[in-house]
């Protein structure tokens, strides 16, 4: 499985970005995909996940009513709306995919494939 992120950039404050994950290869067994974020000087934290084929989503508490995860309908794409941008949300963001269904969807040991990342900036 192959992860591409895009659509990272810089925002102000009260902004909004769009996230792209493009995924290709045998992608029919992964269970969840989700997305992670790390900024300068801290671990990577998990933001929003959600599995593939009941579309049930997860949502870190510093992101919820603000970011949105989806996928398109071939479930090859997976997206991360982010609006109400604040700085603190400045980091790179990595999209990953999960094999396994299993419950800690923020844990960075839960996923098996990871993309190469994209830089948010909100300033």
């Known amino acids: 499985v192959q992860l591409v992120e895009s659509g990272g950039g810089e925002a102000q404050p009260g902004g909004s970005l769009r996230l792209s994950c493009a995924a290709s290869?045998?992608?029919?067994?992964?269970?969840?995909m989700g997305w992670f974020r790390q900024a300068p000087g801290k671990e990577r934290e998990g933001v929003a996940a959600i599995r593939r084929y009941s579309g049930t989503t997860f949502y870190a508490d510093s992101v919820k009513g603000r970011f949105t995860i989806s996928q398109d309908n071939a479930k090859t794409t997976l997206y991360l709306q982010m609006n109400s941008l604040k700085p603190e949300d400045t980091a790179v963001y990595y999209c990953?995919?999960?094999?396994?269904?299993?419950?800690?969807?923020?844990?960075?040991?839960?996923?098996?494939?990871w993309g190469q990342g994209t830089q948010v900036t909100v300033s």
């Open positions: 990953a995919a999960s094999i396994p269904c299993l419950p800690n969807w923020n844990e960075t040991r839960t996923y098996n494939y």
């Open positions: 290869g045998y992608t029919y067994n992964t269970c969840s």
